[in-house]
């Protein structure tokens, strides 16, 4: 799974883009706690343990 899928999967949970810096994303929501940071580097894959950190923060699984 790459960067773009898993930004489509946040903003599908209501995840908002805060802003940009460098080659990380960060996300905000406007009930849940805490921010996600997503490593963007195109259609690279992203490794299976940054997946689960990411999803974790977000609180999907």
Do not use: C
């Amino acid at each position: 799974m790459n960067a773009r899928e898993v930004i489509k999967i946040l903003k599908a949970d209501g995840w908002i883009e805060k802003n940009k810096k460098g080659s990380h994303r960060h996300f905000i929501h406007p009930t849940k706690k805490g921010k996600v940071q997503v490593p963007y580097h195109g259609h690279k894959d992203l490794k299976e343990t940054t997946l689960k950190s990411i999803f974790k923060q977000a609180g999907l699984k």
